[in-house]
Each structure stands twice: as structure tokens, then as C-alpha cells.
């Protein structure tokens, strides 16, 4: 079982730059691919990428490819989602999730754990 706590969240002007930090617990975290997804007031949540446990293979939602990257340190237990050239589009709740030994896909269901969520807000 693993417990995330995501950070980094707050209000920036549209161009600039965010980097979000997701913690976990546990000893087994190599083990977990993480996925961040995003909720905007009423919207549907969606994926917006994912890490896999074994490799760091990536995948990208296509609104963010090429602005947002995420990375991984498993010493530290943290997954960084650094996202750059902002849109008001990208305002919503950023929340990551774990999947023991997943394949990183885009739905929400195959992920196991959640975090509760940290709001970004990008002004025009």
C-alpha cells in the first residue's frame, strides 16, 4: 500500500512555470507507476501523463506534450510533474496516483491509490 501527498500547486500568470511534487510512502515505490491527472470545475477528470515502474517509459496526454515533463527519483520516494509555458486552460486540480506494477495507462480506474489533490490556477 502506498499513501501519496502531492505539492507544489498555486496561482501563476499564463507563460510562466510550475513544478508539482507527489511523495509517497512505502518501501516498494520503484514498484508503482504514477500517473497525474487533472480536474477542472465541471469537467470530466483526465489523464494527463504517466511513468512506468519499470524503464520510466512516459506517456502524454496531447494537450501537454512538449510543456509538462514528469521524472521520477525512487531514492526519494518523489514523482515531479514540471510544467512549463502554463495556459488558463491548464487550471484545474492536479492529483497523482499509484499502480503497483502498472502499465501507466490513461484511465483512471487501473490506478489503485490517490492523493488528495493540489489546486493550480493559471491567470491570463
Known amino acids: 500500500q502506498v499513501q501519496l501527498v502531492e505539492s507544489g500547486g498555486g496561482l501563476v500568470q499564463a507563460g510562466g512555470s510550475l513544478r508539482l511534487s507527489c511523495a509517497a510512502s512505502?518501501?516498494?515505490?520503484?514498484?508503482?507507476?504514477v500517473g497525474w491527472f487533472r480536474q477542472a470545475p465541471g469537467k470530466e477528470r483526465e489523464f494527463v501523463v504517466g511513468?512506468?515502474?519499470?524503464?520510466?517509459?512516459?506517456a502524454y496526454a496531447d494537450s501537454v506534450k512538449g510543456r509538462f515533463t514528469i521524472s521520477r527519483d525512487n531514492a526519494k520516494n518523489t514523482v515531479y510533474l514540471q510544467m512549463n509555458s502554463l495556459k488558463p486552460e491548464d487550471t484545474a486540480i492536479y492529483y497523482c496516483?499509484?499502480?503497483?506494477?502498472?502499465?501507466?495507462?490513461?484511465?483512471?480506474?487501473?490506478?489503485?491509490?490517490w492523493g488528495q489533490g493540489t489546486q493550480v490556477t493559471v491567470s491570463s
Open positions: 496516483a499509484a499502480d503497483y506494477l502498472g502499465f501507466g495507462g490513461a484511465g483512471s480506474g487501473e490506478y489503485d491509490y
Open positions: 511513468i512506468r515502474w519499470s524503464g520510466g517509459r512516459t
Open positions: 512505502g518501501r516498494t515505490f520503484s514498484r508503482y507507476t
